[in-house]
């Protein structure tokens, strides 16, 4: 195991060099993102889900949207469901108790001031209940093809540990992003860097010695390696 932290002085890589290059570490795997599971690209669904994945696994995020999604799939049949009945549900999920307090509060709001429709707007979004950027993003990206850059945790390790970027925050790595990459390249790139960070760039310890990056990558911050 490498205890070695490659020097700054390696150029990050540009990102003509870098997305090909994710997007075949990402076929060689099976990817369990929403962006791979929740192919409908249905606005609701895909919101819904992603409020179901903030601290959960991929795994149980899919096992319990589609027990949610089985019973109610709609905003009306949602809020016709008990906070209780949706926390069942959607169990064992992560702080499943406040998302579906969430979940049902999202599909009363959506049905008073919205019609019923998910809105296709940033600002609209952000007002929903549990709504933040990472999850108002990837709904834009994904479901109404809306360029917009989707940063969670994976996103965020990983562009700063490339040297594609050099921030603090996921918005600030969002913007930094924005300036890094081409519009085209916006939507795809969440689902290309968490599978990438799922199965080769982890948080601790990430598998440098098969990466397909490596001989572009600065590795900033990396101590560990395999």
């Given at each position: 195991m490498s205890t070695l932290t490659r020097a700054r002085t390696t150029p990050a890589p540009d990102a003509k060099w870098l997305v090909p290059r994710l997007r075949t570490a990402r076929d060689a795997v099976w990817p369990t993102t929403l962006a791979a599971v929740e192919r409908r690209r249905d606005p609701f669904r895909l919101l819904i889900a992603c409020v179901i994945s903030l601290r959960t696994k991929d795994e149980v995020t899919a096992s319990a949207s589609a027990r949610l999604f089985g019973t109610a799939a709609t905003p009306v049949q949602i809020a016709a469901l008990s906070e209780r009945r949706i926390a069942r549900l959607i169990f064992p999920a992560g702080f499943y108790p406040t998302k579906a307090r969430?979940?049902?509060?999202?599909?009363?709001?959506?049905?008073?001031?919205?019609?019923?429709?998910?809105?296709?707007?940033?600002?609209?979004?952000?007002?929903?209940?549990?709504?933040?950027?990472?999850?108002?993003?990837?709904?834009?990206?994904?479901?109404?093809?809306?360029?917009?850059?989707?940063?969670?945790?994976?996103?965020?390790?990983?562009?700063?540990?490339?040297?594609?970027?050099?921030?603090?925050?996921?918005?600030?790595?969002?913007?930094?992003?924005?300036?890094?990459?081409?519009?085209?390249?916006?939507?795809?790139?969440?689902?290309?860097?968490?599978?990438?960070?799922?199965?080769?760039?982890?948080?601790?310890?990430?598998?440098?010695?098969?990466?397909?990056?490596?001989?572009?990558?600065?590795?900033?911050?990396?101590?560990?390696?395999?």
């Open positions: 969430q979940i049902r509060a999202i599909a009363r709001r959506l049905l008073a001031d919205h019609g019923g429709d998910v809105p296709a707007d940033l600002d609209a979004l952000l007002a929903l209940p549990g709504v933040g950027r990472k999850t108002a993003n990837l709904v834009l990206g994904l479901a109404f093809g809306t360029p917009a850059i989707c940063v969670d945790t994976h996103v965020h390790r990983i562009s700063n540990r490339l040297g594609l970027v050099a921030t603090r925050t996921p918005e600030q790595t969002e913007h930094a992003l924005e300036h890094v990459l081409q519009r085209r390249h916006w939507i795809e790139i969440n689902d290309l860097l968490v599978t990438f960070g799922q199965h080769v760039c982890h948080p601790t310890s990430p598998r440098c010695s098969t990466c397909p990056l490596a001989v572009r990558c600065p590795r900033i911050g990396v101590t560990r390696s395999r």
